[in-house]
Structures are given as C-alpha cells and as structure tokens.
C-alpha cells in the first residue's frame, strides 16, 4: 500500500432515497467533517496490468477514533458545496451531490479510545464516473 495523504480531512454524507412511482428520488445529505485521516490506495499487480498504472480504485483510511460512518455512506476529498435540496416523505434534506469514494466495510479498533497504533480502519472505492 502506499500513502494517498496523511492528516487530512475528508468529509462524508449518507445516502437518502425514496422511491415514488417506481422512480428513485433522494440525494446524500448530513454532510460531516473528518480531520487527521490516513488514506492509502490499494494496488496490486493486476490493476497494473489491466489498467497500466494505479487507478486509486480502492482506498483504506484510518481514524483516531470510531467514526461516524456506515456502510454506503459516499466520501468527498474536499469539501462539496450543497447541490440543491429533496424532499422524501414530508422533510426536505440538503444535497451535496455525488461523493468521491462509497464506504465499503468499517473496521473498529476499540471503542471509545483514541490511539494511534490501533486506528480504526474503513475501507472505500472510488464511485463511478469520478475517474
């Protein structure tokens, strides 16, 4: 693995979608800042035949702490400007528009300690169309 950025920050928002006459509506929205995050791409070999360099495809983070993410919840490398708004069932949500990254898996070290030599790990990939 090698290191994408170190201490930075990254944001996040959650994916929030209705679906009204068999047509999706929705947007993500809760945007949420997160500071002092490792990010690192995995490469292997094959990505390197098949594509001819490291595409960034999949990328590990590490936080000090449990984070408030899930899985599906999309990561923005810098901060994204709210895109409009929607509304699904009787609230409207702001939208930030597509992320950067999809959250894939959410490794926990231990709960509710901060440490640097057990961080907590997540796992993302890059979404589509943002290549």
Same mark, same amino acid.
């Not at 595409?55 to 895109?83: A, C, H, I, M």
């Given at each position: 693995?090698?290191?994408?950025?170190?201490?930075?920050? *990254?944001?996040?928002?959650?994916?929030?979608?209705?679906? #009204?006459?068999?047509?999706?509506? &929705?947007?993500? #929205?809760?945007?949420? !800042?997160?500071?002092?995050?490792?990010? %690192?791409?995995?490469?292997?070999?094959?990505?390197? @035949? *098949?594509?001819?360099?490291?595409?960034? @495809?999949?990328?590990?983070?590490?936080?000090?702490?449990?984070?408030?993410?899930?899985? &599906?919840?999309?990561?923005?490398? %810098?901060?994204? !400007? %709210? %895109? &409009?708004?929607?509304?699904?069932?009787?609230?409207?949500?702001?939208?930030?528009?597509?992320?950067?990254?999809?959250?894939?898996?959410? *490794?926990?070290?231990?709960?509710?300690?901060?440490?640097?030599?057990?961080?907590?790990?997540?796992?993302?990939?890059?979404?589509? &169309?943002?290549?």
């Amino acid at each position: 693995m090698a290191r994408l950025f170190d201490r930075c920050t *990254i944001w996040a928002a959650t994916p929030l979608e209705e679906i #009204t006459d068999g047509i999706p509506q &929705g947007g993500n #929205t809760n945007l949420r !800042e997160f500071s002092y995050v490792n990010i %690192q791409y995995m490469s292997n070999e094959m990505e390197q @035949r *098949i594509f001819g360099q490291v595409t960034n @495809r999949v990328v590990t983070l590490d936080f000090l702490s449990l984070p408030d993410l899930q899985k &599906g919840d999309v990561l923005y490398l %810098q901060k994204p !400007e %709210q %895109q &409009g708004v929607f509304t699904v069932g009787d609230s409207t949500y702001d939208d930030y528009g597509p992320g950067d990254y999809e959250v894939l898996s959410i *490794i926990p070290s231990r709960i509710g300690v901060k440490t640097i030599r057990n961080p907590t790990t997540a796992t993302a990939r890059k979404l589509v &169309g943002n290549d």
